[in-house]
């Protein structure tokens, strides 16, 4: 099993920053890949941003040139940097593993952003 917990999320005025984090119970390096989902109210779960454990890394159109995900594989954390935040950016945003084909997800952290 592999517990995630997020962190950071909050309330932003439009054109701010946050920076969500994603602790993991075990070494991430041991995951096939993190990366971080969102659910907006009346909407499916997306994808956000994804990195593998070799380091690559992939982003939703929507927020490329935004966002980055990074990791500290000494914390086992998984980070999202969320920049020029827009309205549209609210919603749950949630951590997941994947680590042989087992998913996990963390409890889901919410930003707000106000116009």
């Known amino acids: 099993q592999v517990q995630l917990v997020e962190s950071g999320g909050g309330l932003v005025q439009a054109g701010g920053s946050l920076r969500l984090s994603c602790a993991a119970s075990a070494s991430i390096l041991s995951m096939v890949a993190m990366g971080w989902y969102r659910q907006a109210p009346g909407k499916q779960r997306e994808l956000v941003a994804t990195?593998?454990?070799?380091?690559?890394?992939n982003y939703a159109n929507s927020v490329k040139d935004r966002f980055t995900i990074s990791r500290d594989s000494a914390k086992n954390t998984v980070y999202l940097q969320m920049n020029s935040l827009k309205p549209e950016d609210t919603a749950v945003y949630y951590c997941?593993?994947?680590?042989?084909?087992?998913?996990?997800w963390g409890q889901g952290t919410q930003v707000t952003v106000s116009s």
């Open positions: 997941n593993a994947d680590r042989n084909l087992h998913l996990y």
């Open positions: 990195i593998t454990s070799d380091g690559r890394t």
